[in-house]
């Protein structure tokens, strides 16, 4: 799919999985609730940092650019050395590495660690680029129109302002991990969730997403998951556009009102 597409199923994942959780007694503080569907909705493009023409890879200038070959070679790297006979040989390394559950995991545990041991200014500096990149996903339209400084005023700005906001007894810092030392543990859920849904959202298209690696499935390790060919799409597709994202939209509306506990 689409950068767009991305960040709208990445919000409304995390909009869904606050009303799951306020069914559940644990209800998200609305702080958590914000929060945690814009870093969803930006952390839903980073999958795509191994692709040179991703809106993670132009989101940060030549510093994403850079890392976007880093990830790519990486990638690579990863692909060749694991790949089973049934996998066929690549030249890059688009939707593998960063496409898996295993990348997932490991990034949101990366961010959450990060979290913990930095305090409220390491989660200011997460905050600030999930900002960004949920800028460039969600306001697609007017990000491309607004120069770059632009952007990350505007992500500078929410995250200063989400960040002093958590911090309040009450708001947030402590959900769901409420152990000494687990201040912000839980900002790494909504990175591993945008993450994978991400990688669903790729596994409806026509080159499906391996997302199960390293699990080998017949001869491949790299096995493309995805529904039968007949219900896929093109990334772009009508299908996309005036299927999938108003779905995204009512699904997080919905998702919202329960997590609020409207209903």
Known sequence: MMGPAHSLSGAAAW???GAAFAGAGHAMPWPVLVAGSLICAGAALAPDLDHKSATISRAFGPLSRGLCGVTDKLSHAVYSATRKPGDPRRSGGHRTLTHTWVWAVLIGAGFSTLAV???RWAV???????MVLAVEGLLWRMARVSSDVLVWLLGA??????AGVLHQPGNGSHWLFTGPGQEYLWIGLPIVLGALVHDVGDALTVSGCPILWPIPVGRKRWYPVGPPRAIRF???????LRVLMPAFMLLGGAGCLGALGVW
């Open 15 to 17: 909009l869904g999985l």
């Open 117 to 119: 041991a930095g305090g």
């Open 124 to 130: 200011l500096g997460i905050l600030f680029v999930h």
């Open 157 to 162: 700005t929410s995250a200063w302002i989400l």
């Open 234 to 240: 093109r990334a772009g597709s009508w299908v996309e």
